[in-house]
């Protein structure tokens, strides 16, 4: 199943965008639909995690959600409208969003929920491991151009993906009068 991307929109009056079945649609542009959002398979994601492709549900009255609601924006993450069903929210990407807590399905015969005290969620960076790529050369020669093998993406990321720009710098002991043998390789941050 592939990712199917770009904006909603609708014409002759409300209507109401629904989720089903496998598969993937990310929503990259602002929603101009003003029915409610159904999600009942698949993932409905919004945006993209690069500059300008941040997605929007346009409808304030709400999103059910009985499969997997993404985030993944490259700016804010919050919802002004209500999340209700069974699925999963998901954020991917860096940042602090906020939880907000609600009645929800509580019940209490005895209880009233007077209070709710909001929290938030903090989502680190996930840690990449840069390993030096082993080199050969021959003695009396110049080294060769160093590279770097880049591992540990989630969520399907790869280094093209990633919007990961740059490259990493190297030291190494070796010069042309190394004697033959090995010599370490060790990359760092770069530019």
């Known amino acids: 199943m592939g990712i199917i991307c770009g904006a909603i929109g609708e014409s002759g009056g409300a209507r109401d965008f629904s989720k089903v079945g496998a598969g993937t649609i990310a929503l990259t542009g602002v929603s101009t639909y003003t029915g409610a959002t159904i999600i009942n398979g698949g993932v409905l994601q919004l945006g993209d995690g690069t500059i300008g492709k941040d997605g929007a549900i346009a409808s304030t009255s709400g ?49 009233a929920f007077t209070t709710f005290t909001p929290g938030t969620l903090t989502i680190t960076k996930a840690p990449l491991t840069v390993t030096a790529d082993p080199q050969t050369k021959i003695y009396g020669a110049a080294n060769p151009t160093l590279t770097a093998t880049l591992s540990g993406f989630v969520n399907g990321e790869s280094l093209a993906t990633s919007g990961i720009t740059g490259s990493a710098t190297f030291s190494t002991s070796a010069t042309h009068t190394t004697a033959v043998g090995t010599a370490p390789l060790t990359p760092a941050l770069g530019s």
């Open 63 to 111: 999103v059910t959600n009985n499969a997997i609601l993404t985030f993944n924006r490259f700016a804010s993450s919050s919802a002004s409208y209500p999340i209700s069903g069974t699925g999963a929210v998901i954020k991917t990407g860096v940042g602090t969003p906020a939880i907000t807590a609600a009645v929800g399905s509580l019940v209490s015969a005895n209880y």
